[in-house]
């Protein structure tokens, strides 16, 4: 019996070190070591038909240049971060690198990325101003808007005729319709709700546009820009699609807001609403099998000019400042902003191209629903107000604490007050640290 | 260096001792140098290293990207302000402390059922060791999360009951609880444990007792409970420790959330969304610090505590 005692003890100071595996702060060694000799590499999130479409576009680049290579790395969405943040820190981040408006500027600002238009490679002459400002920071820009997407809501329409509830005129529809249909369409069809809330920072910064708010102050950089009032009268908005019966489960919310884009709500038609970026009404057709429709968002007057939509940058393209190639890597920036073979592959997917001449090159090539979100777009035009400028930095992680936060509404543990208060006293914590 | 000392020394001369070694021992030392090696070599690049780093940078502002910014102890003491830390301690603790005891009962249950020496027990074995292999891996977590989720196994099984079930993973109030089945399922490991345990009890004193007829219960209190205390306090040590850095499991069934409503942030996985999702990688080391005072505090007491209850029959 006695060995058991030895082993016990060194077990101690094994088990430890064993803790400290855990502690992972350092681990920076590494680093990109081949200098300039044409090897890209290029990082990106998505989807299997994003991976496909992109591996071909890498083709028809690697044929086009001969002796270059790019090499992809990608993954699902916050797996990406984390890799990134990772990467970056041991300075072997990718050439080019997809970025996304909650961390370019946290990237930018802490010199982790390139001023796009020092590059002598990459022709930015084809972007609107207004495409190009969705990546200034400071005197540069940092990141290339891929492309354009709107914040809306998606019905299925199979599941609205189901119900006996027509779908509604976007163009004049109000809050007040939107719970009434959410609440009717639960009531008649049972074990099918009638809206998943969309309770996104998408969502929020819908809510508080048509109250003349941001989410983050522009002038204030640190602070939120709303007033209290109104991120309480959200969460007070979401309750009530709640208790009028119109949403789903609070449970099933949280099990959504944990899981993939396949198994929300949506997508698997529990729900006969849902709000989504533009750019995924193909996914969404081809999660449900379903007739999905693209809406705009209700206001609260039944003017759509109130209703607080705006255009975001879908993805930018960045280079790293990390990286020895950088004039591989704007070229093929290049290829992929102003290249119609690469347009062509892309179509929609990485949202409508802001660059008008390859929107144009794509438009024969697009299917069906490619071709409802282009036009979605167009429509919206006359309405939509100036576009947000990109999260300031340290806001990385604040959709995922808006999610947190409704979560606690909408089970009760807190109150619409408390999680005002708190909610706003968390994101200004993390964004008044950069 | 002692313990080398006793490996190549072992035959011959007391230890202790100094004395010039002879070629060969010299050569002897230097292979089991040699023999070493990697796991020398791992423990200083793997191990040493990081952790003197994650050291240094705890008590720095470190955001991945920028070199760090030297702060003192301005992230320990942001701890005492951190109420979403708090929480994920309570969380860890209560998690610690309802599912190593559930765990351990669980292992030694099946222990002694299987020491009776029934037909086929090395098949039993294998099989009630097997989720001890699995229960850490994500492949688990996410099945878990479809047993456990709204139309998983679990509530179909109760519809057939006529039961409604519940969003178990969803739901704040039992999300923690799926974990904590989660790991008392993973009790194989120290069954194993308990089971060599028990084997090495001289069966002799089963005998004696049995003639002045004592019963099986207290055969059990007195025999074996006693006996088995050494075995008892190497698991509970052990699954301590394990428990209070689980991670994986919490990370799948949330998604990296720790939701619904913190209720499952570990402060492990606190930790790694302060490191890898907000890019506080000082404070985050300043965390896994704590959380290596928390364990090397209850391993002390483990062990302090040990003198009164475990008994080392010899």
């Keep these: ?434 | 260096m002692s313990a080398l000392n006793e490996m190549s020394g072992l035959k011959k001369e007391p230890r202790g001792k100094k004395r010039k070694l002879t070629a060969a021992e010299r050569k002897e030392e230097l292979v089991s140098y040699l023999f070493l090696a990697p796991w020398l070599v791992g423990l200083a690049i793997i191990t040493i290293g990081p952790m003197a780093a994650s050291l240094y940078l705890s008590f720095t502002d470190y955001n991945l990207l920028q070199p760090p910014e030297w702060t003192g102890l301005d992230n320990y003491l942001r701890m005492f302000e951190d109420t979403r830390l708090q929480n994920s301690l309570g969380v860890t603790f209560l998690y610690v402390f309802v599912s190593v005891p559930l765990q351990l009962i669980a292992a030694l249950a099946l222990a002694l059922i299987l020491d009776r020496g029934m037909r086929g027990l090395s098949f039993y074995r294998s099989v009630y060791y097997l989720p001890s292999l699995l229960g850490g891996s994500v492949a688990i977590a996410v099945l878990w999360r479809q047993i456990f989720g709204t139309s998983g196994l679990i509530n179909q099984l109760l519809a057939l009951v006529g039961i409604e079930g519940m969003g178990w993973i969803a739901d704040p109030s039992t999300a923690l609880g799926t974990l904590m089945v989660l790991n008392v399922w993973t009790f194989g490991a120290p069954m194993v444990i308990f089971l060599a345990g028990l084997r090495q009890i001289p069966t002799m004193y089963y005998e004696a007792a049995a003639m002045d007829g004592a019963s099986k219960v207290r055969q059990f209190t007195t025999i074996t409970a006693p006996l088995l205390t050494p075995i008892i306090f190497f698991n509970l040590v052990l699954q301590i420790i394990g428990a209070f850095q689980s991670f994986t499991q919490a990370f799948v069934v949330s998604g990296g959330t720790g939701g619904p409503a913190d209720s499952t942030m570990f402060f492990t996985l606190y930790l790694y969304q302060q490191g890898f999702g907000n890019f506080n990688m000082g404070y985050a080391s300043a965390m896994a610090w704590l959380l290596l005072l928390i364990i090397a505090a209850f391993t002390f007491i483990n062990f302090i505590a040990s003198k009164w209850w475990v008994f080392y029959d010899d």
């Design chain 1, 1 to 434: 019996m006695k060995k058991f005692s030895r082993p016990a003890r060194t077990l101690t100071a094994a088990s430890l070190a064993v803790v400290l595996g855990l502690s992972m702060g350092a681990c920076g060694n590494g680093g990109s070591e081949s200098a300039g000799d044409g090897n890209l590499r290029f990082s990106w999130w998505g989807s299997d038909p994003r991976h496909e479409a992109t591996q071909e576009i890498i083709d028809i680049y690697e044929s086009n240049n001969e002796g270059v290579t790019v090499a992809g790395e990608f993954s699902d969405f916050s797996g990406y971060w984390d890799k990134l943040a990772t990467t970056t820190a041991g300075r072997d981040a990718p050439d080019v690198i997809t970025m996304d408006e909650k961390y370019i500027m946290e990237y930018a600002g802490r010199g982790a990325l390139t001023d796009l238009t020092e590059l002598e490679n990459l022709d930015l002459s084809k972007f609107p101003e207004a495409a190009l400002d969705l990546g200034r920071y400071e005197d540069g820009v940092y990141g290339l808007s891929t492309g354009q997407n709107a914040y809306s809501v998606m019905v299925n329409a199979d599941l609205f005729a189901e119900a006996g509830v027509e779908i509604p005129d976007d163009s004049t529809w109000t809050w007040d319709d939107y719970y009434e249909i959410s609440a009717t369409i639960s009531e008649n069809l049972g074990e099918v709700a009638g809206t998943d809330y969309g309770a996104l920072d998408g969502d929020l910064r819908i809510w508080l546009r048509q109250n003349d708010e941001k989410l983050y102050s522009e002038d204030e950089p640190g602070t939120v820009g709303y007033s209290q009032e109104n991120l309480l009268s959200w969460f007070e908005h979401l309750l009530h699609v709640r208790d009028t019966g119109g949403g789903v489960s609070a449970a099933q919310f949280t099990e959504a807001a944990a899981g993939t884009f396949e198994a929300e709500n949506f997508p698997t038609k529990k729900t006969a609403m849902g709000w989504y970026w533009s750019n995924q009404l193909g996914a969404l057709r081809a999660a449900t099998g379903d007739d999905i429709r693209i809406l705009r968002v209700p206001s609260p007057s039944g003017n759509a000019e109130d209703n607080g939509m705006y255009y975001k940058a879908s993805m930018y393209w960045s280079v790293s400042s990390q990286s020895d190639n950088q004039a591989a890597a704007a070229d093929f920036v290049n290829f992929l902003a102003n290249d119609p073979a690469a347009a062509e592959k892309m179509l929609v997917d990485r949202g409508v191209p802001a660059n008008p001449e390859m929107a144009a090159a794509i438009e024969p090539k697009l299917d069906e629903s490619q071709q409802t979100v282009v036009s979605f777009l167009e429509e919206i035009e006359p309405e939509v107000s100036d576009s947000p400028k990109p999260s300031p930095i340290g806001a990385g992680t604040v959709q995922e604490t808006i999610v947190r936060y409704v979560g606690e509404v909408l089970f009760d543990n807190l109150t619409p007050e408390e999680a005002t208060e708190q909610l706003t006293a968390e994101i200004e914590g993390m964004i008044s640290a950069g």
